[in-house]
């Protein structure tokens, strides 16, 4: 294989593998591959080199690259009784090559490996989000972190690590550079937050600071290492203690290497969001982005807190699919059924879909029944009661209570 960078790996180790780790100055870690894991390891890894050996398949002057391709295959199935290439064989002791560092150190590694997918979702049987992110961090030499806002309580979580792989050296460099994405959406970024983030060194802030333009609904947190094992979190979680600490959040995880396609997807789009004009450079020591960023959080967290006095009311009406779910939920009242859970996604309108379904039953009962709305943030419940003022067309429906 090509030159091993000191970082993390997910390879099947190989002896030639085992010779370079050897012949190096350098301490390996491995660890053994489980019974249950060992036939879909050597699937991928047999898969991986059918596919560059037939990419490398080229046409002849008799023969078409597909006819060509075709014809090795079917040469290799008739086979695949021969020796195997000395050097290139599996080693006899399955075993993943996870890191390659200096003698000793040995890094703190993620739970999920750097190949395989997974989803996590804050379960007894899901590693812990916040662990797997500082493991990343560790480990990696660039990471880009798109979210809609940030909280010092969730920086705070993290700053530890944020500040010891962005620390430079005599020569100006560091373990990893950062890039950050993020709004003024419904007034909830921390000022204080982006200002240790743009703070640190080697890390760009970047935020948009109209909020009612802006949906950023994206969460995501994309690793890059040398060693070309990437990874990347995409989810529900915000850069909050809360979304980090076992919040009700689904969060899945793919890597470079084994969903190439995914990540350098994600990796573009990210791009294409960061060289927008909607998302402006913040500099903490700069008069003029301190005052912007501070007048944008003040305007959209203060968007809900005036009445709705007598403006004429949107006229709103459900989208066909949420038009479905009421339904669905008014016929599961019919059948005596009052316990109903509602699950979608973020941004397909649950609480729009919620005032529509208390207004059904507003208008059955011929008055307003008690409601309790219950949010973790005084921003989505000030959000949430200009929905039902809108839906219900009445200006002084619902009182807040927070603390």
């Known amino acids: 294989m090509e030159e091993l960078y000191q970082g993390l790996y997910d390879l099947l180790a190989t ?65 695949l009784q021969q020796p195997p290439v000395p050097g290139n064989i599996i080693s006899s002791t399955p075993e993943a090559l996870r890191a390659i560092h200096p003698k000793g ?131 529900s979680a915000n850069f909050s203690g809360a979304a980090l600490m076992g919040g009700l959040e ?41 005052a912007a960023l501070r007048s944008a959080l003040k305007r959209e967290s203060t968007q809900y807190d005036a009445p709705i006095g007598l403006p004429t009311f949107f006229d709103l009406i459900p989208k066909p699919f949420q038009t479905d779910i009421l339904e669905q939920l008014d016929n599961e009242r019919a059948h005596g059924r009052t316990r109903n859970l509602l699950v979608a996604a973020t941004g397909t309108g649950k609480t729009v879909m919620a005032a529509f379904d208390y207004r059904r039953i507003a208008r059955e009962q011929g008055g307003q029944p008690r409601l309790l709305f219950v949010a973790h943030r005084e921003e989505i419940l000030k959000q949430a009661q200009h929905t039902y003022r809108q839906v219900l067309h009445d200006p002084n429906f619902g009182d807040l209570l927070t603390c």
């Open 250 to 290: 689904w969060t899945v995880k793919f890597t470079q290497h084994g969903q190439p396609d995914l990540f350098s997807r994600a990796k573009a789009h990210f791009e294409t969001l960061w060289l927008d004009n909607e998302f402006q450079p913040y500099d903490p020591n700069n008069s003029d982005h301190q």
């Open 105 to 235: 150190l040995k890094p703190d590694l993620p739970a999920i490996g750097l190949a395989q997918p997974w989803l996590f979702t804050a379960g007894k049987d899901s590693p812990a989000l916040l662990h797997e992110l500082q493991a990343e961090l560790n480990s990696c030499n660039h990471v880009d972190i798109l979210v809609s806002f940030i909280t010092v309580s969730g920086v705070r979580k993290l700053l530890d690590r944020l500040k010891a792989i962005t620390a430079t050296d005599g020569q100006g460099r560091s373990q990893a550079s950062v890039r950050v994405l993020t709004t003024t959406y419904t007034g909830a970024t921390d000022q204080k937050a982006l200002n240790q983030l743009a703070e640190l060194p080697n890390c760009e802030v970047r935020v948009s600071l109209d909020g009612r333009r802006t949906r950023l609904h994206a969460k995501a947190w994309l690793f890059e290492r040398d060693t070309g094992f990437g990874s990347a979190y995409v989810g």
């Open 15 to 79: 002896d030639d593998l085992h010779r370079q780790v050897d012949e190096s100055l350098l301490e390996a870690t491995y660890e053994k591959i489980s019974q249950a894991n060992l036939p879909e390891r050597l699937a991928t890894a047999v898969a991986e080199r059918l596919l560059a050996r037939l990419n490398g398949i080229k046409a002849t002057k008799t023969t078409k690259k597909a006819e060509a391709q075709v014809a090795w295959a079917n040469q290799l199935l008739a086979s």
